[in-house]
């Protein structure tokens, strides 16, 4: 922080009981969150993610000014909240969401439902982001808004629109773009990839574990005629829900199920991983 350039000179009337005065630009509300972050620890530590407490314009502070002075408690802890929500790994992101209603872990189906009522607050979570240049949740914040809100093109961009609306930060012009086009790409990709076991040809009928081909072809035929009747938006659920693999995998043979699982289970991870691609993230 004193390293920060000053006017080149100081006077006496400057010094306030002889220490000198440092200028900064920062704004009002991030120095007044800085100084109570400071003064009152028990403010901000000890709460579990970012929705349990801590507002987001505090992780911004800590974020911003933890960044520009070097603070890096302020930003570890900040980056700390800020992914806790939005992992950058598919296991993280199954651990969070999976088990959303399923009534096992209450607190957390809180804060899910919470954060579906609250699109405008994720997109304050990806405008900070980019503005600090934190893509890693970036594609985890863009499948939230898929995966509750992305019914139908209408639905999504109606939830993007009205949440801009409410959003306190200023959103990138491009994001809407870039969500439109990572969900074209990823419903190309899940056909090819979670789903590539359907009309590979090699499967189920040339699999050689299976102990009902004639069972396992007519499950696959269901399979096929089921995703093909899916819209964009409810086909999703293939790649953003672990457990679709036991939709896919229910009327088939036990090595076939098995089988099944494990190819959708390696399609899910490879698409994930080209999630930054599809967002435009690496450019
Ligand atoms: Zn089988």
Redesign the pocket.
């Known amino acids: 922080m004193f390293s920060i350039p000053q006017p080149p000179q100081i006077s006496e009337t400057s010094l306030v009981e002889g220490c000198p005065i440092v200028q900064l630009h920062d704004s009002d509300l991030d120095i007044e969150n800085l100084l109570s972050m400071l003064y009152d620890f028990m403010e901000y530590s000890a709460l579990p993610s970012a929705h349990g407490g801590v507002s987001l314009l505090k992780i911004a502070t800590m974020l911003r000014l933890g960044w520009k002075y070097e603070f890096k408690n302020f930003w570890n802890e900040g980056l700390h909240f800020l992914s806790h929500d939005y992992p950058d790994t598919l296991e993280g992101w199954d651990a969070l969401y999976q088990n959303e209603f399923n009534g096992i872990n209450s607190r957390l189906i809180d804060n899910v439902l919470f954060k579906i009522r609250n699109v405008s607050m994720t997109l304050d979570v990806i405008a900070l982001a980019y503005e600090m240049g934190i893509k890693s949740v970036v594609p985890a914040f863009y499948m939230f808004l898929l995966r509750y809100h992305g019914g139908s093109l209408a639905e999504l961009q109606g939830a993007f629109e009205s949440g801009r609306r409410w959003a306190t930060f200023a959103l990138p012009e491009t994001v809407l773009e870039s969500l439109l086009h990572g969900r074209e790409k990823i419903h190309d990709a899940l056909v090819e990839l979670p789903l590539g076991w359907l009309h590979s040809g090699t499967f189920?009928t040339k699999?050689e574990?299976?102990?009902?081909?004639k069972?396992?072809d007519a499950?696959l035929s269901t399979v096929v005629l089921t995703v093909l009747r899916e819209s964009v938006g409810s086909k999703m659920r293939f790649f953003t829900k672990k457990q679709s693999a036991t939709e896919l995998t229910k009327d088939?043979?036990k090595?076939?199920?098995s089988a099944v699982l494990t190819l959708h289970h390696e399609g899910r991870g490879a698409l994930w991983r080209l999630l930054p691609e599809f967002f435009g993230l690496n450019e």
Do not use: D, Q
């Open positions: 189920p699999f574990g299976c102990t009902s081909p069972t396992c499950a088939f043979c090595e076939c199920a």
